[in-house]
């Protein structure tokens, strides 16, 4: 009976254990980064009474070397940081992961918000705030980022059958045809009306992203991400600029490039 009594105990002690690691998997890390360390310690014990696993950081080198030990489920970023301010961190962040990021910032004006958006900030917070605003932007993001990974599945589903309808000839990609508008990849040749539209190598590329995929919304982020990848260091409307430029030399058909207000762009499906 004795070595019974032990093995249950050993099973039931297994499976804490597997209960105890689950409720670990489940413990969303936010990093919050604010030189205002009384700030700082006041967001984390919020954070964490709220369930979050808080790690910290005062500056912004400190904050990429936390963000790659950590790979936090979100970011807190302040914008005023020593060593490399909100937007640097920020910009380099966004060259490698998609971690939302919400910034805090003194900073009132529209242009700062919109400078801070476009360098990759999911959100922003303008100080002062309250508590409660921090923690209900938290939780309305991170349900942002679950409903995200809940459709994930499908799209990759539908990526995996993609291929079965590509021609058996892959190194050769098929023309996109949108209206009156040939895109022919093999080329790098955009026709309208049959006469070929002069486009710059990063408008191409655009253009082609964005039409390869009618009635996707692009993120500015993963635009640039996709378009300039790593060559992009900068913090002008360069997306916008582009957009407006490809708007012009399509002239009618340019409106098929469609603004989603605080998101990004999307081709307008026919």
């Not at 990093?31 to 696993?53: K, N």
Request: glycine letters at 6%; a negative charge; charged letters at 25%.
């Amino acid at each position: 009976m004795t070595g019974m009594h032990t093995d249950a105990g050993c099973s039931l002690s297994l499976l804490e254990s597997f209960a105890l690691e689950e409720e670990v998997a489940r413990v969303t890390t936010i990093l919050v980064v604010e030189d205002d360390r009384a700030l700082c310690d006041l967001l984390r014990s919020h954070l964490e009474a709220d369930g979050y696993q808080v790690i910290q950081a005062f500056d912004g080198p400190a904050a990429l070397v936390a963000a790659e030990q950590h790979h936090p489920q979100l970011i807190l970023l302040d914008w005023m940081l020593p060593g490399m301010d909100g937007l640097a961190v920020c910009r380099r962040l966004r060259q490698h992961s998609l971690t939302p990021i919400i910034m805090l910032t003194a900073r009132t004006e529209e242009v700062d918000q919109i400078l801070g958006l476009e360098v990759g900030a999911d959100d922003y917070i303008a100080k002062p705030f309250s508590i409660r605003q921090v923690l209900a932007r938290v939780r309305a993001t991170l349900r942002r980022v679950e409903l995200d990974s809940q459709q994930k599945p499908a799209a990759e589903a539908l990526s995996r059958q993609a291929p079965q309808a590509l021609p058996p000839t892959p190194d050769t990609p098929t023309p996109i045809v949108r209206g009156p508008l040939h895109i022919t990849p093999v080329e790098r040749l955009v026709r309208l009306e049959g006469q070929e539209v002069d486009l710059t190598p990063k408008e191409y590329d655009l253009l082609m992203l964005l039409a390869s995929h009618p009635g996707w919304v692009f993120k500015r982020e993963v635009l640039l991400q996709q378009v300039w990848g790593d060559s992009y260091d900068g913090f002008d409307r360069t997306i916008d600029n582009h957009v407006t430029r490809l708007r012009k030399k399509l002239g009618a058909l340019g409106e098929k490039i469609e603004t989603v207000w605080g998101v990004g762009y999307r081709f307008k499906a026919d």
